[in-house]
């Protein structure tokens, strides 16, 4: 049910927004849109490995700690990102060179991070993007570090040590690129679902699936594709989230009032087809306003005109985006 309030359809529902430091520390109009359409917020970066331990010794907490300040003082719930992940490494992890040393790291990298937001953190992507781009068999798994010293065992010794640091948090496995029409994302389903079958069938804690949801403007959604892969997630009694969710509208036509209304209607498609009958436990966009996306780092606009991914305009004016997620919220 959409909210009351026309230009905040958003507030009160299940939906949060992630946070980039530099608006969030001199942007006045940020720091409101924030507080006032979202529930939860994430950080861009801040708890990625890069962030957070430059340096072996190191931990490096400001980021984190000043989302988890501005979450409580507008009484919202941080979301962590993330623990196990190929990318945002520093490049020290390169010299990870034992199996022992690698576990000690990462199980000494759980308890630290996850410890420190202990019972304030309630839900953790604990994992993000283990399957490879394009995935050759259904236990395809992608080279990391991790991958490389332990084997797929790293990702139950991760989920357990995150279970025994923090009993209460939802652990989450996130992924990418799951729901476009085209073989390649049939397979990355397939493989992901195989991972996420193998570790409930050992009883190891997960909690939650979570649907990055970068749409790309261009490509066709897999209504059945994504229906039947909720349903089976939900099956296993995970909860579906999506986590990450943004336009790409770079393939998309230029003007502003029509594109916009193609970013929602392909949103609404992707939305509708995760729930299938069910409610989605909470959507968060990769941002909030058009003023600050990660989408022309990637995907610029050839015709010179800025990207419009987001649920709010550059100006923060309410966009049909947010009214489609307010709706299937
Ligand atoms: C991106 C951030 O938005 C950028 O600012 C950063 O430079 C790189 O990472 N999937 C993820 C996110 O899980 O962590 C990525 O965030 C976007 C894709």
Known sequence: PAAADEA?????????????DVPLAVEPEFRAAIARHCRQIVGE??????????????????????????????????????????????????AIASASDAERLLVGHI?????????????????????????????DIRPSI?????????????????ARVDPEAQLVINEYDIEFVGDRYRRRRE???????????RNVPLHGVGLQGHL?????????????????????????LVTELDVIDDKLPGPPEVRDIL?????????????????????????????????????????????RPLPFDAAYRVKPLARVIAHVL
């Open 8 to 20: 905040s359809p958003l507030a009160g529902l299940r939906y949060g927004a992630a946070v980039r």
């Open 146 to 162: 991790w991958q490389q010293r332990l084997g797929e065992a790293h990702f139950a010794l991760a989920l357990r040590t995150a």
């Open 191 to 201: 493989a992901l679902l195989r991972l996420i079958r193998d570790l409930k069938l």
């Open 111 to 139: 308890e630290t991070v996850m410890g420190r937001y202990r019972g304030r953190i309630k839900s953790w992507d604990v994992i993000n993007e283990a399957i490879p781009d394009d995935p050759t068999s259904r236990s």
């Open 45 to 94: 970066g801040g708890l990625k490995w890069y962030d957070i331990r430059p340096t072996r010794e190191q931990f490096v907490f400001d980021a984190p700690d000043k989302h988890m300040a501005f979450a409580t003082a507008n009484g919202m719930t941080l979301r962590g990102h993330t623990l196990v992940w190929y990318g945002a490494m520093p490049d020290w992890t390169k």
């Open 216 to 240: 790309r403007g261009d490509l066709a959604i897999d209504r059945e594709g994504v229906a039947a892969f909720t349903a089976e997630c939900r099956a296993m009694g995970l909860a579906v």
């Open 263 to 307: 970013v929602a209607a392909k949103a609404y498609e992707f939305l509708d087809a995760v729930r299938a009958g069910s409610p989605i436990d909470s959507i968060l966009t990769w941002g909030i306003t058009d003023r600050h996306t990660w989408v022309p780092t990637y995907f610029k606009r050839t015709d010179g005109l800025p990207n």
